[in-house]
């Protein structure tokens, strides 16, 4: 079994703390988690939490709302999007309006930085690791949903080094463009980490779940944590599948070579990974949108 991430990741856990300022959770998550993890939480009561932050809210009810639910009927209050959803999706759609309300404000591109070309990577990983895991072998035993949201989530570093390391991170991404090496390999030249290091320890910070806290860290290398491979390589996979969709993370940068092992851990071939391309692209344009 390998350690904790933690435990295993210490060092750099430091060298990210000591050098980015991380984002604190949303005040509703942390309510939130404090509800739910104590019985006799009602409906009413999640719902008065999420409804304390109008922002979020909103978010909530747009995701709801979305065609990947394909509700009869538009949702539009929260105590009834908690009644449709139960409290378990209630608690990840919660954490992905949260996500989208704290990361996904209106940004100019700048440089090598388009912020609505982020968002759709983003949005396509997750969506692609929802649909990969759908398929994958029964033993990778990941709820798509949970696949979803590391996907999503899997680059959130980089949203943080742009706002609280933005000349240095710019200078990192000009590196990579002009050298042609992956944007993770200029980080670690420029920080001593990487953008996956960033968010998982902001994952850590944000009491996440162990699982999707390594498949941030590892996405670029899933076989370097056998505790979670699986879902490490589901996200890896999905986050290829949306380079090869044309939508990169960030502009003129080259993706991180593909972990071979990947295909083994999730049984998924190269051939069939590749062609759920079109169908993703088809459930992409579908997929609600941070903006």
């Known amino acids: 079994m390998a350690p904790p991430i933690e435990a295993a990741t210490s060092d750099v856990v430091r060298l990210v703390q000591n050098t ?10 942390a309510r939130l988690g404090h509800l739910l993890a104590h019985e006799g939480a009602s409906a009413g009561d999640v719902a008065k939490v999420l ?4 922002a979020i809210a909103a978010n909530m009810l747009r995701i709801v709302n979305s065609a990947y639910y394909g ?12 009644s449709v959803l139960g409290f378990t999706t209630t608690r990840r759609v919660a954490l992905r309006a949260a996500v989208f309300t704290v990361f996904a404000q209106r940004r100019e591109p700048i ?43 899997h680059d959130l570093g980089k949203i943080v080094l742009l706002e609280k390391r933005t000349a240095h991170y710019l200078e990192a991404l000009r ?24 968010g998982a320890v902001l994952a850590q910070k944000w009491s996440l779940a162990e699982e999707l806290t390594a498949a941030i860290r590892y996405h670029h290398a ?9 879902l490490n390589s589901l996200v890896h996979l999905a986050d290829r599948l949306a380079w090869q969709a044309n939508l990169p993370s960030t502009v003129g940068t080259k993706p991180a070579p593909l972990d071979e092992s990947v295909h083994a851990s999730t049984g998924l071939s190269a051939d069939v990974v590749a062609a759920t391309l079109p169908t993703l692209l088809g459930e992409f344009a579908e997929a609600e949108m941070p903006w």
């Not at 980015?20 to 998550?29: D, G, H, K, R, S």
């Not at 968002?119 to 696949?147: C, I, M, N, Q, Y």
């Not at 590196?175 to 290091?197: I, R, S």
């Open 20 to 29: 980015v300022e991380l984002p604190t959770m949303p005040i509703v998550l």
């Open 51 to 54: 409804q304390s932050d109008p």
């Open 71 to 82: 509700l009869r009927v538009r949702v539009s209050s929260i105590p009834l999007a908690v």
């Open 111 to 153: 440089a090598q930085f388009d912020p609505i070309a982020f968002w759709k990577h983003a949005v396509f990983t997750g969506v692609a690791a929802r649909a990969l895991a759908s398929v994958a072998h029964p033993s990778t035993e990941t709820h798509p949903e949970d696949a979803y949201m590391a996907g999503l989530l």
């Open 175 to 198: 590196h990579a463009v002009a050298t042609g090496c992956p944007d993770a390999e200029a980080e670690t030249a420029g920080f001593g980490f990487t953008h996956a290091d960033v």
């Open 222 to 230: 899933p076989s370097c944590d056998n505790v979670h491979h699986s």
